[in-house]
């Protein structure tokens, strides 16, 4: 089975802290994903990455930036938390191929206070 | 990016009863898929439907790619509580650069 391990389950960080969100795949996916997730909204694509060193701008990369520096581990990075990034944030990887599946991570509920 | 379109939002219904949901999109995808979330958990994948037409099966839940490739729908036969939880529709356009997901059914389920 794929798995997909996000760092933390909870966090809570102040308003200005650098924050860092890991995520690590088994199953030597080449496209890894960073996705957040608010009542209403749905999920909102951040950032992805193709590859190893790889980063491109998803919808609202705004406050945010990723780092890739193995295949297997892909972080999310909030320079200076913010109270509006307060979120839900889902990370998922997916094989390179037209038809395949991805694979969430459990999630890491982020609150900034 | 683009949105698809889930429907309904949420629903209400009673233990034993099927439930029906189903996303439209403007766009042609190549595939589809159906994940469940359950509070404060990740998304995990249900079903995966690779061709037009495509009817595919999974215990209780069956899922149907669209002829037209711009929709799909679940269905739930027979619920349980356990069925309880936010069910997303996903759509994957091979131009696009990752999924387009609808924004949720939330599914409730009065005993």
């Known amino acids: 089975d794929v798995k997909v391990t996000q760092s933390s389950r909870y966090l809570v960080k102040r308003t200005g802290e650098k924050v860092f969100l890991e995520c690590v795949q088994d199953m030597d996916h080449e496209n890894m994903f960073w996705y957040r997730q608010d009542p209403g909204l749905g999920l909102r694509l951040i950032y992805f990455s193709y590859d190893v060193k790889m980063k491109e701008k998803g919808d609202i990369p705004e406050g945010y930036s990723v780092s890739r520096e193995k295949k297997e581990r892909f972080s999310l990075i909030l320079e200076s938390a913010s109270t509006n990034q307060t979120s839900m944030y889902l990370c998922?990887?997916?094989?390179?191929?037209?038809?395949?599946?991805?694979?969430f991570g459990q999630g890491t509920r982020l609150t900034v206070v | 990016g683009q949105q698809l379109n889930q429907s309904p939002q949420s629903m209400f219904i009673q233990e034993g009863e099927d439930v029906s949901m189903n996303c439209t999109s403007s766009s042609i995808f190549n595939t589809w898929l159906w994940y469940k979330q359950e509070p404060g958990e990740g998304p995990v994948l249900l079903i995966a439907l690779y061709k037009a037409g495509e009817l595919t099966s999974n215990g209780r839940l069956t899922a149907q790619f669209g002829i037209t490739r711009k929709d799909s729908f679940l269905n739930i036969s027979a619920s349980i509580p356990s069925d309880v939880g936010i069910y997303f529709c996903a759509g994957w356009d091979p131009g696009a650069d990752g999924l387009t997901f609808g924004k949720g059914t939330h599914l409730i389920i009065q005993p």
């Open positions: 998922a990887s997916r094989a390179t191929g037209g038809t395949t599946e991805a694979f």
